[in-house]
């Protein structure tokens, strides 16, 4: 998941996707629990679409149903580079709302 296609250019991409299946990683924090600033930078640097202002939007929603909607027309970013275009990307970053 670091790679920097700048420094690393040694490195190539194997296609491993017959061993592992995709996931995506989530984000969890108490409902309620006051963010500071570099806990939102944390979160949008992990995932860009995850922008203050779409988690203060999400913590006001009820349940995590909600919370589901309000994500599903967004798409998420990829772990891989361009220069795997070949292997089937998975992807990152999503929102979980903890009770």
């Known amino acids: 998941m ?3 296609e700048i ?14 299946e995709a996931s995506t990683t989530k984000i969890g924090f108490r409902k309620g629990t006051f963010l500071r600033g570099y806990m ?3 979160i949008e640097r992990f995932a860009p679409h995850l922008t203050k202002d779409r988690v203060e939007k999400a913590c ?3 349940n995590q149903d909600d919370v589901d909607a309000m994500f599903e027309s967004i798409e998420l970013p990829s772990a891989l580079s361009d220069q795997c275009h070949d292997i089937k ?4 970053g999503a929102f979980l709302l903890c009770d």
Not at 7 to 20: E, G, P, Q, R, Y
Not at 89 to 92: F, L, T
């Open 40 to 42: 939102y930078d944390f």
């Open 7 to 20: 420094t690393d250019k040694d490195l190539v991409c194997i296609d491993a996707s017959h061993l592992f």
């Open 89 to 92: 990307k998975a992807p990152v």
């Open 2 to 4: 670091a790679v920097d």
């Open 60 to 62: 006001l929603l009820r």
